[in-house]
T-cell receptor
Framework: DTGVSQNPRHKITKRGQNVTFRCDPISEHNRLYWYRQTLGQGPEFLTYFQNEAQLEKSRLLSDRFSAERPKGSFSTLEIQRTEQGDSAMYLC??????????FGPGTRLTVL | AQSVTQLDSHVSVSEGTPVLLRCNYSSSYSPSLFWYVQHPNKGLQLLLKYTSAATLVKGINGFEAEFKKSETSFHLTKPSAHMSDAAEYFCVVSDQDSNYQLIWGAGTKLIIKP
């Protein structure tokens, strides 16, 4: 499958723990996006990369959130000291420039 | 700033009948508009997009949408619903003020009755 993959698909953690998610984009895509989606809502933009450079961060992305794309390929999203309000689906997408974004299946985070 | 409003949180139709999912947008510019579909446990999939070419846009799976500037609408239609169309549908506008980030509607859940 040459689509966007995300791991893990599901993560259950206790409040205060750190979690890290991984996204593997389509290999020739130079842009990578992270979104958060809560139940009954559309996705909210968190951040995006062009190659390894993080070009934009949403105000939704608090200091507890950090994203990296060290070699311009896969990306990780880390949440430190998780809170119950962080429970959501975290979506990754990639695109070639301004082309169509291809979305991964998402990682569902549950914070107990 | 751009915004998008999906007028119905749920739409229920019988299999074989037409589908209409409503979307209104607000934009200072000539917008780029999209419809995405999200099936349970699957990634978001692009159904169709409008980028200032033909106002009637045809997408995958028999869906189409018509851009109406005078009504600021971009409603999604399909002549005959299929059980496999049951999913969440999102209307999206591209925000030219924010480096073309996507602004998402809240979604419409399409329910197909047998």
């Amino acid at each position: 499958d040459t689509g966007v993959s995300q791991n893990p698909r599901h993560k259950i953690t206790k409040r205060g723990q750190n979690v890290t998610f991984r996204c593997d984009p389509i290999s020739e895509h130079n842009r990578l996006y992270w979104y958060r989606q809560t139940l009954g809502q559309g996705p909210e933009f968190l951040t995006y990369f062009q190659n390894e450079a993080q070009l934009e961060k949403s105000r939704l992305l608090s200091d507890r959130f950090s994203a990296e794309r060290p070699k311009g390929s896969f990306s990780t999203l880390e949440i430190q000291r998780t809170e119950q309000g962080d429970s959501a689906m975290y979506l990754c997408a990639s695109s070639l420039g301004e082309g169509n974004r291809v979305f991964g299946p998402g990682t569902r985070l549950t914070v107990l | 700033a751009q915004s998008v409003t999906q007028l119905d949180s749920h739409v229920s139709v019988s299999e074989g009948t037409p589908v209409l999912l409503r979307c209104n947008y607000s934009s200072s510019y000539s917008p780029s508009l999209f419809w995405y579909v999200q099936h349970p446990n699957k990634g978001l999939q692009l159904l169709l997009k409008y980028t200032s070419a033909a106002t009637l846009v045809k997408g995958i799976n028999g869906f189409e949408a018509e851009f109406k500037k005078s009504e600021t609408s971009f409603h999604l239609t399909k002549p005959s619903a299929h059980m496999s169309d049951a999913a969440e549908y999102f209307c999206v506008v591209s925000d030219q003020d924010s480096n073309y980030q996507l602004i998402w509607g809240a979604g419409t859940k399409l329910i197909i009755k047998p």
